[in-house]
Each structure stands twice: as C-alpha cells, then as structure tokens.
C-alpha cells in the first residue's frame, strides 16, 4: 500500500491526464476517467496472475529472473525521470466536453492498451507476493485490487482538488523539481526491495 501510494502520488501520465480532464471537464468527469483507468488495470492484473504463476510453479530460476527485470525495470524508470525536464505541464483541451462514459471508456482503453502498464505490473508484483500456502493467482488478485483501491482513492483526489492542485503547480515553480526527486527515490527504492525480498 505504501509503495503503491507513493506511485501513485508521484506524477505520470496517468494522474496528469486525470487532472487535466478534470480542469477541463470538471471534477465527476475525473473520477470517472479514474474508474476507466482503474477498470483497465484488471485486464492486465489478470493476464500477469495466470501468465506468471505458470512460470512460478514450472521454473524457480525464471521466477528470480522476472524479479531482477523488475528491479532494472525501476532503475530505468528512475533513469529515464532523472533525465526528464524538472517543469510539470498542464495542457487541457479547450472546448472539447465529454461524456461520462466517454472519459471511462477513453480510461480504460488507454490503460488496457498501453503495454507499459503490463511490463510495469510484471516487474512491480511479483516482489509483493505474501504467502506459501496461497495460490499465486489470487496473491496476484490481492495486489492487483490493493493497488486499484489506493490509486483509485488517490487519483480520486486529485479529481476532486484538481483547480487548488493546478493553481499550487503553476504558482510553485520548483514543485516539478521536488516531485521528480519524488519519483527517483520511489522508483530506486522499489528497485532496491526487490532485489532484497525473498519470494
């Protein structure tokens, strides 16, 4: 829950097009694309839970493979915000309403269909997985809402403060510097713990 907040507080492209939607559109328009973006995540969450624990129960030695990507894979990220500009931009489209269920569908289809979010659940998961005795499939399952529940809860904040949050980033200059240190030390920190877990 902890690292999954962090994430989701750090600023990405998901959480950014949550407040832009929501400067635009206004605040249930949101949360409504948060409800799409969240709904996406089961899509990938399920194909990781079966694809994976397959590869769990026929080759331990593929399985500490995952992990070490999933430690590189946070290092890169952490690379990748490093060399990123330390400005957060805000860029709404003007005049361009939309429909609730056009900002959930728009939501889900962005998450379901960006890989990124599938490479980012394999190399973030399988470090968390809890249990001996229960399957890995639903340990998957478990992860996989627990990291719905708190980013849905925090994106859903960010919908309801998104005009305050706006006006503290455009006022705040040195806000982008501060969160892109943020999600330096969130990124390393994930990688670090999951080279040093034990599952």
Same mark, same amino acid.
């Given at each position: 829950?902890?690292?999954?907040?962090?994430?989701?507080?750090?600023?990405g492209p998901d959480n950014i097009f949550v407040l832009v939607q929501s400067i635009t559109n206004g605040k249930k328009y949101?949360?409504?694309?948060?409800?799409?973006?969240?709904?996406?995540?089961?899509?990938h969450a399920t194909l990781l839970a079966f694809g994976v624990s397959a590869i769990i129960k026929q080759h331990d030695y593929l399985f500490f493979g995952i992990k070490?990507?999933?430690?590189?894979?946070m290092f890169y990220l952490a690379y990748m915000v490093f060399r990123s500009p330390d400005e957060?931009?805000?860029?709404?489209?003007?005049?361009?309403?939309k429909t609730l269920s056009g900002l959930f569908k728009q939501g889900f289809i962005m998450n379901v269909l960006n890989p990124k979010v599938g490479i980012f659940f394999l190399a973030f998961f399988p470090g968390f997985?809890?249990?001996?005795?229960?399957?890995t499939v639903v340990q998957f399952y478990v992860l996989a809402f627990i990291f719905m529940g708190v980013s849905f809860v925090i =994106?859903? @904040? #960010?919908?309801?403060l998104s005009g305050s949050i706006s006006d503290y980033i455009t006022k705040n200059k040195n806000l982008g510097k501060v969160l892109?240190?943020?999600?330096?030390?969130? =990124?390393? @920190? #994930?990688?670090?713990?999951?080279?040093?877990?034990?599952n």
């Open positions: 829950m902890f690292a999954t907040a962090a994430l989701a507080i750090s600023p949101g949360i409504a694309t948060v409800a799409g973006l969240m709904t996406g995540c089961l899509v070490l990507f999933g430690a590189v894979y957060l931009e805000l860029s709404g489209e003007s005049g361009n309403k997985l809890f249990s001996d005795s229960i399957s =994106f859903s @904040g #960010i919908a309801v892109k240190w943020l999600q330096i030390i969130v =990124f390393t @920190g #994930i990688g670090i713990y999951l080279l040093i877990s034990d």
